[in-house]
């Protein structure tokens, strides 16, 4: 694994969850959390992960009671709203350049 968030409750079982990459794949996997472990992971991206440059938690940016990851891949910045299955909608891009991720962050 290459990148590494700490999600939130991103399956909707009353736990912290978290989501990592696949360095060897870009695959990106859900790790549901169990009391004082983590469960057997879930495929919920199935490659090209590798072309973002990090993973952000943000919790419920799309204000549905989901939570939901994004993504920064050079000038952009990628919402993927969660669908509260471990699943995830298809990205929407920003330009990174209005958020100030491209000279460092927020």
């Known amino acids: 694994m290459n990148a590494l968030t700490r999600h939130g409750d991103f399956s909707r079982d009353g736990r912290p969850d978290l989501i990592a ?3 060897s794949t870009g695959k990106l996997w859900l790790y ?4 004082g472990s983590i469960g057997s992971r879930v495929l919920i991206g199935s490659g090209g992960w590798n072309a973002m440059s990090s993973l952000i938690a943000v919790g419920d940016w799309s204000a549905d009671g989901r939570a939901d990851p994004m993504a920064t891949s050079g000038d952009w910045l990628v919402q993927y709203e ?5 699943g995830l909608r298809p990205g929407e891009r920003d ?12």
Request: aromatic content about 12%; overall charge negative; charged content about 20%.
């Open 21 to 23: 990459r696949e360095a």
């Open 32 to 35: 549901p959390g169990r009391t």
């Open 82 to 86: 969660g669908l509260g299955t471990g």
């Open 95 to 106: 330009n990174a350049d209005w958020w100030g991720l491209d000279s460092g962050g927020f």
